[in-house]
């Protein structure tokens, strides 16, 4: 009597001491799975029970003839009063005693573990059910869609259109516009991150079978892929549900082509006019009856100045070919530059040729007019007058689509990208026209030039309202996955586990344990899915790789690499200008040129238009072309970690008891919000393509070029052009981040192997496979409910075993050498 009352007091304070562990973790880790807290609360009392009653409370005795008969009141007399069970709870178990039980039951657990109760709907069960998850998914895409058309509607209807179809949204400073144009890009790129993955996860389970198209796979000797969108599956669908998966998928596209380039920065740049002249011109004598005509006869100023311009721009296009004779409004600026430097020349800043040259080869700054002073040239054979050469420059995208910007500092003209480097040396033996160039001067504040040196933050509303009605399909299609193909799918590892555990198979019912490769290798037979045989256990060690296909490593690296290898080139042609212009490719070189920042040996010139519309619309998909190939290297990314983590998750079934994963959680089930890549590895990998779309924003990017004409009496705005233009910095990262990610996807793949005691068989997504392997014994029937493990469940006279995924109370994996009921 004394013994068996220690055992009891043994017992109870065991009992006790777990369930109080399992509620003080839970309390201080609300994330801890409950399952963990039954399983925890089980072993720890196992020992001192199973030394005279052999039994646990979950669990059924696995020895029929044990007719010993537990003191049942010792779990009850230990626990707390408000966790004790009511009497009709304990009637309401009927013939459900702890030494009875030999698998997981729902009904006996319920009275001590409310949670396990399936019928019981919590906030986490319902959170993560697969309506709310498309609920959200919805929301998603339908705020972003109520944000584009609003905003597309507001600076429509508000703003002040351009002919090109371009609005102003801020003027002003340029560090302040280039900080908005930053963080306006940074959130485009959250919200089309955003877009992506929930277009993804809707992709992944409308790919995804239920358990109806499953079975007639089966019976048709077929299997689908869990978890992960295949062309297997796709080729599965129904006709409606292909139309809507490819609305969904192929709506991305536009998306990431236009969706960064809605909204824009602008740089400015100005016509201006150009002399070579002696320091006559500038003297103030010259503005009076100064100017001599080559028959020796002198002109007032400025009435005959004209005829003088007239005559002197007929002699020298006769006699170079190379000049263009210039405009009315070009001779009329030069006689009012004649008068205001001889009246104004304190406005004129003085230059030195480096000096010169710098200035008025940065293509996206202000420059005004310039004279360059040269006095090696006698005026008696120019026909008599002080200016040798002048017109004026526009920069625009000119020869194959390249910005002619200092074609006036060489003769002949040429493109900037055609002018060797120069320093401080070179600018001293400057020559223009063949005459050496001493200093410049650069007229200063030109009245209402600051208005148009101001830099611009632009939208383009159509181009937004085109992202919007895009965004709108993705909304339709998500309402159509909701409400049209409202049927649970076997959308996770653990829905098709806990489906076939609650409605095994008939198909693959005696097939034993199979494996991905030989379901595959039983394709090749003409029989259907037949007899298992018994097999020597010889479990090999499984490397992540082997968990997807060959096609689908191939697919997915050939992909990345060409797009790495693609990138790869287009660096290095951006590196080989740099240093043919600065020199040098150091880090603080390339830093000088900025982050992001339009700079003119920074041109993408693939001869694209320029002009209009047009050059808008192509310039913008020059830009954003890369979006869309690291978006497409992002899903194939996707999905190939996730076979690797489906077989990881498969794997750990056989080292301890796990409850399920599903996307319909019931009871103590475990919930998920990214089908089958876990919360810990898809948030980072959001992160880091969301990072990754914005350095791409930041390393090729739409230039919009708004020309400035200062030649007339005052400034104003003409025609501007749009162009592409890349950023080195940022590229360099942009290269680096996916390089990095990549190898270590590889890495990962190669060098891990799945957890060091499972003997689990590779399954991989087979739906037939998995289904093989869930044939759990006739009376364990809330298996697909409760924490399960896999392992040998029963053994023929002959030795031969059988395996599933169980509740059963001792399971473990086949000893190596041992006779297993296998697929041949």
Same mark, same amino acid.
């Given at each position: 009597?004394?013994?068996?009352?220690?055992r009891?007091?043994?017992?109870?304070?065991?009992?006790?001491?777990?369930?109080?562990?399992?509620?003080?973790?839970?309390?201080?880790?609300?994330s801890?799975?409950?399952?963990?807290?039954?399983?925890?609360?089980?072993?720890?009392?196992?020992?001192?029970e199973?030394?005279?009653?052999?039994?646990?409370?979950?669990?059924?005795?696995?020895d029929?003839?044990?007719?010993?008969t537990?003191?049942?009141?010792?779990?009850?007399n230990?626990?707390?009063?408000?966790?004790?069970?009511?009497?009709?709870?304990?009637?309401?178990?009927?013939?459900?005693?702890p030494?009875?039980?030999?698998?997981?039951?729902?009904?006996?657990?319920?009275?001590?573990?409310?949670?396990i109760?399936?019928?019981?709907?919590?906030?986490?069960?319902?959170?993560?059910?697969?309506?709310?998850?498309?609920?959200?998914?919805?929301?998603?895409?339908?705020?972003?869609?109520?944000?584009?058309?609003?905003?597309?509607?507001?600076?429509?209807?508000?703003?002040?259109?351009?002919?090109?179809?371009?609005?102003?949204?801020?003027?002003g400073d340029?560090?302040?516009?280039?900080?908005?144009?930053?963080?306006i890009?940074?959130?485009?790129?959250i919200?089309?991150?955003?877009?992506?993955?929930i277009?993804?996860?809707?992709?992944?389970?409308?790919?995804?079978?239920?358990?109806?198209?499953?079975?007639?796979?089966?019976?048709?000797?077929?299997?689908?892929?869990?978890?992960?969108? !295949? &062309? *297997?599956?796709f080729m599965? #669908?129904?006709?409606?549900s292909?139309? =809507?998966?490819?609305?969904?998928? $192929? %709506?991305?596209?536009?998306?990431?082509?236009?969706?960064?380039?809605?909204?824009?920065?602008?740089?400015?740049?100005?016509?201006?006019?150009?002399?070579?002249?002696?320091d006559?011109f500038?003297?103030p004598?010259?503005?009076?009856?100064?100017?001599?005509?080559?028959?020796?006869?002198?002109?007032?100023?400025?009435?005959?100045?004209?005829?003088?311009?007239?005559?002197?721009?007929?002699?020298?296009?006769?006699?170079?070919?190379?000049f263009?004779?210039?405009?009315?409004?070009?001779?009329?600026?030069?006689?009012?530059?004649?008068?205001?430097?001889?009246?104004?020349?304190?406005?004129?800043?003085k230059m030195?040729?480096?000096?010169?040259?710098?200035?008025?080869?940065s293509?996206? !700054? &202000? *420059?005004?007019?310039?004279? #360059?002073?040269s006095n090696?040239?006698? =005026?008696?054979?120019?026909?008599? $007058? %002080?200016?040798?050469?002048?017109g004026?420059?526009?920069?625009?995208?000119?020869?194959?689509?390249?910005?002619?910007?200092?074609?006036?500092?060489?003769?002949?003209?040429?493109?900037?990208?055609?002018?060797?480097?120069?320093?401080?040396?070179?600018?001293?033996?400057?020559?223009?026209?063949?005459?050496?160039?001493?200093?410049?001067?650069s007229?200063?504040?030109?009245?209402?030039?600051?208005?148009?040196?101001?830099?611009?933050?632009?939208?383009?509303?159509?181009?937004?309202?085109?992202v919007?009605?895009?965004?709108?399909?993705k909304?339709?299609?998500?309402?159509?996955?909701?409400?049209?193909?409202?049927?649970?799918?076997?959308?996770?590892?653990?829905?098709?586990?806990?489906?076939?555990?609650?409605?095994?198979?008939?198909?693959?019912?005696?097939?034993?344990v199979?494996?991905?490769?030989?379901?595959q290798a039983?394709?090749?037979?003409?029989?259907?899915?037949?007899?298992?045989?018994?097999?020597a256990?010889?479990p090999?060690?499984?490397?992540?790789?082997q968990?997807?296909?060959?096609?689908?490593?191939?697919?997915?690296?050939?992909?990345?690499?060409?797009?790495?290898?693609?990138?790869?080139?287009?660096?290095?042609?951006?590196?080989?200008?740099?240093?043919?212009?600065?020199?040098?490719?150091?880090?603080?070189?390339?830093?000088?040129?900025?982050?992001?920042?339009?700079?003119?040996?920074?041109?993408?010139?693939?001869?694209?238009?320029?002009?209009?519309?047009?050059?808008?619309?192509?310039?913008?998909v020059?830009?954003?072309?890369?979006?869309?190939?690291?978006?497409?290297?992002?899903?194939?990314?996707?999905?190939?970690?996730?076979?690797?983590l489906?077989?990881?998750?498969?794997?750990?079934?056989?080292?301890?008891?796990?409850?399920?994963?599903?996307?319909?959680?019931?009871?103590?089930?475990?919930?998920t919000y990214?089908?089958?890549?876990?919360?810990?590895y898809?948030i980072?990998?959001?992160?880091?393509?969301?990072?990754?779309?914005?350095?791409?924003?930041?390393?090729?990017?739409?230039?919009?070029?708004?020309?400035?004409?200062?030649?007339?009496?005052?400034?104003?705005?003409?025609?501007?052009?749009?162009?592409?233009?890349?950023?080195?910095?940022?590229?360099?990262?942009?290269l680096?981040?996916?390089?990095?990610?990549?190898?270590?996807?590889?890495?990962?793949?190669?060098?891990?192997?799945?957890?060091?005691?499972s003997?689990?068989?590779l399954?991989?997504?087979?739906?037939?496979a998995?289904?093989a392997?869930?044939?759990r014994?006739?009376?364990?029937?809330?298996?697909?409910?409760?924490?399960?493990?896999?392992?040998?469940?029963?053994?023929?006279?002959?030795?031969?075993?059988?395996?599933?995924?169980?509740?059963?109370?001792?399971?473990?994996a086949?000893?190596?050498?041992?006779?297993?009921?296998?697929?041949?």
């Open positions: 009597m004394a013994a068996t009352k220690s009891q007091s043994d017992s109870s304070q065991c009992t006790e001491t777990a369930l109080r562990a399992d509620s003080e973790s839970q309390s201080s880790s609300p801890r799975n409950p399952s963990l807290a039954i399983i925890s609360g089980t072993e720890a009392c196992e020992t001192v199973s030394q005279d009653l052999n039994i646990g409370p979950p669990y059924r005795n696995l029929p003839q044990d007719e010993r537990p003191d049942v009141d010792t779990t009850a230990s626990l707390p009063a408000n966790l004790v069970p009511q009497e009709e709870g304990i009637d309401s178990r009927n013939e459900f005693t030494e009875d039980v030999a698998f997981g039951s729902v009904k006996f657990l319920s009275p001590w573990f409310p949670s109760n399936p019928e019981l709907s919590t906030w986490r069960t319902k959170r993560s059910r697969r309506k709310f998850v498309i609920w959200l998914c919805f929301a998603t895409a339908f705020t972003t869609f109520s944000l584009n058309l609003s905003l597309s509607i507001v600076t429509w209807t508000l703003g002040k259109m351009s002919n090109d179809r371009v609005v102003t949204l801020y003027q340029c560090s302040i516009s280039k900080r908005l144009d930053t963080g890009h940074l959130v485009i790129n919200l089309s991150t955003l877009l992506l993955s277009s993804n996860l809707c992709l992944q389970l409308l790919l995804s079978p239920t358990r109806a198209e499953v079975d007639q796979a089966h019976s048709e000797k077929r299997w689908l892929d869990i978890g992960v969108p !295949s &062309w *297997r599956n599965n #669908l129904p006709v409606w292909k139309l =809507v998966w490819a609305s969904l998928a $192929t %709506s991305s596209v536009p998306i990431h082509f236009l969706y960064n380039s809605v909204v824009f920065s602008t740089v400015s740049t100005n016509s201006y006019m150009y002399a070579t002249v002696t006559a500038i003297l004598q010259e503005s009076e009856l100064t100017f001599q005509l080559s028959n020796g006869t002198r002109v007032p100023a400025p009435t005959d100045y004209q005829l003088a311009l007239n005559t002197q721009v007929q002699n020298k296009y006769a006699d170079f070919g190379y263009h004779p210039p405009s009315n409004e070009e001779k009329q600026c030069m006689i009012q530059i004649h008068g205001d430097v001889s009246a104004n020349l304190p406005m004129y800043k030195s040729n480096y000096e010169c040259l710098t200035s008025y080869q293509a996206f !700054s &202000w *420059r005004p007019h310039v004279l #360059l002073i090696d040239f006698d =005026v008696a054979v120019n026909y008599n $007058t %002080s200016l040798f050469t002048w004026s420059n526009t920069p625009n995208a000119g020869n194959n689509g390249k910005l002619n910007v200092v074609s006036w500092t060489n003769d002949p003209a040429t493109n900037w990208q055609d002018v060797a480097t120069f320093d401080a040396s070179d600018g001293v033996a400057w020559a223009h026209s063949g005459h050496h160039v001493q200093y410049c001067l007229r200063q504040n030109i009245p209402g030039e600051q208005e148009f040196r101001d830099c611009r933050v632009q939208c383009a509303p159509v181009i937004l309202l085109v919007a009605l895009f965004n709108l399909v909304c339709v299609s998500m309402l159509w996955l909701l409400y049209i193909r409202p049927e649970q799918t076997l959308s996770t590892l653990g829905d098709a586990i806990a489906s076939f555990l609650e409605k095994p198979d008939p198909h693959t019912k005696n097939c034993g199979a494996t991905k490769m030989s379901v039983s394709e090749k037979r003409i029989d259907t899915w037949g007899e298992g045989e018994c097999r256990w010889l090999a060690t499984t490397r992540w790789y968990a997807a296909s060959l096609s689908r490593w191939l697919v997915t690296m050939t992909t990345s690499l060409l797009i790495l290898i693609a990138g790869t080139a287009v660096l290095g042609t951006g590196l080989a200008v740099s240093k043919r212009y600065e020199g040098s490719i150091s880090f603080k070189t390339l830093w000088s040129f900025g982050f992001g920042a339009t700079n003119a040996k920074e041109i993408i010139s693939w001869n694209q238009p320029t002009a209009g519309a047009l050059g808008l619309i192509v310039n913008i020059i830009a954003n072309i890369w979006q869309v190939l690291v978006s497409f290297c992002y899903l194939a990314q996707s999905a190939l970690l996730s076979c690797l489906i077989a990881d998750e498969w794997s750990g079934f056989s080292n301890e008891r796990k409850p399920l994963r599903v996307s319909h959680p019931r009871g103590i089930q475990r919930s990214f089908v089958n890549m876990p919360m810990r898809s980072p990998i959001m992160i880091l393509f969301a990072i990754e779309h914005w350095l791409l924003s930041q390393s090729t990017f739409v230039i919009r070029v708004i020309n400035i004409d200062i030649v007339n009496s005052s400034p104003r705005e003409i025609e501007g052009y749009t162009t592409s233009g890349f950023s080195l910095v940022p590229a360099i990262f942009a680096v981040l996916p390089s990095v990610f990549l190898i270590a996807q590889i890495v990962n793949a190669f060098m891990r192997k799945y957890h060091a005691k003997n689990m068989p399954v991989s997504t087979c739906s037939a998995i289904s392997n869930c044939h014994p006739e009376g364990d029937i809330d298996a697909h409910l409760l924490p399960v493990q896999w392992g040998v469940i029963q053994e023929d006279d002959d030795g031969c075993q059988l395996c599933s995924l169980t509740t059963l109370r001792t399971v473990s086949p000893q190596t050498g041992s006779q297993v009921f296998t697929m041949p």
